[in-house]
């Protein structure tokens, strides 16, 4: 029997409340201190019918089982299901999530995504307009002298903007406009940095 088929005849789960970026990195880190899975992967989004998912993907050897007879299985039986179940009920109780076996021992934990109000969406852009202002004058501070201009004058300009939310395309933009010296590669890499 697939997983996804017990958990659906134990009950529906997929009910449940969303949450936000900060509570599924906090689920995953609980989740992955509790599996001990041999292998993660980033938390990645997608959407669905009934609204946008978190998906936590997890390659966990413990709760697979190997069919009779396969060597090297790519599809090995998901036998720790009720294991896996006891685990995170805790964790999940009251948020709605669903759970998917894969191949080659992965399964994914989708957890749904909470619909962000007016006032996070607000927040959010403070938040990300202040962090990437703030990136920016400790990149001046570590800068060498020639590079500190570029960092100091797109702080200026970024301050300037007050409350308007500058999203990746648009800082680069900006910073390449402000200061000739703001490369592709150097953009990219402050914003990896930010993120």
Do not use: C, H
Request: zero cysteines; glycine letters at 4%.
């Amino acid at each position: 029997m697939r997983f996804q088929q017990y958990l659906t005849e134990a009950r529906d789960t997929t009910k449940g409340k969303g949450v936000t970026w900060d509570e599924i990195k906090n689920i995953q880190t609980q989740l992955k201190r509790m599996i001990r899975p041999d292998m993660t992967q980033q938390i990645s989004t997608w959407k669905g019918k009934d609204g946008e998912w978190w998906d936590l993907s997890f390659r966990a050897y413990d709760f697979y089982t190997s069919r009779p007879g396969e060597e090297d299985d790519d599809w090995p039986e998901f036998t720790g299901y009720k294991k896996l179940l006891k685990m995170i009920t805790p964790v999940l109780k009251g948020i709605g999530y669903s759970i998917q076996d894969s191949e080659k021992s992965w399964f994914s934990i989708n957890v749904k995504v909470k619909k962000p109000t007016k006032k996070d969406q607000r927040a959010d852009s403070r938040k990300e307009k202040e962090k990437v202002w703030w990136a920016l004058r400790d990149g001046e501070r570590r800068a060498d002298r020639y590079e500190k201009e570029k960092y100091n004058e797109t702080a200026d300009a970024l301050k300037k903007l007050k409350t308007k939310f500058i999203k990746k395309d648009k800082f680069y933009e900006l910073a390449k406009k402000i200061n000739w010296r703001w490369d592709q590669d150097d953009l990219d890499n402050f914003w990896r940095d930010i993120k």
